[in-house]
């Protein structure tokens, strides 16, 4: 379970820095709440609000679950593999 919930931080804490980044730009970016669902913009506020539960939510699971007992790998992992996904999901919308 501990190898789970640092994969989802680390994908987490990948997933906020766009949102946030956006938010705090005052941009429009996709959410999960947008129309069509994570291709539409959502707005600046939203962007925030989205980046910021993410945030938490990551931070919060990486100080449940020691990375002493489990090490840093899977909060890499998570991390690369939300990072990637994004990557290319975006680029192609942004086409």
Do not use: Q
Request: aromatic letters at 14%; proline letters at 9%; a positive charge.
């Amino acid at each position: 379970m501990g190898y789970l919930v640092l994969f989802l931080a680390g994908a987490l804490l990948c997933n906020a820095i766009p949102h946030l980044a956006a938010g705090l730009r005052g941009e429009p970016f996709p959410t999960p709440f947008s129309r069509p669902r994570g291709i539409g913009p959502s707005s600046p506020l939203m962007n925030f609000y989205w980046g910021t539960a993410n945030l938490l939510i990551g931070i919060s699971a990486l100080l449940s679950y020691p990375l002493k007992d489990y090490g840093v790998w899977p909060v890499i992992a998570g991390w690369l593999v939300v990072g990637s996904y994004c990557a290319w999901h975006f680029g192609k919308v942004r086409r």
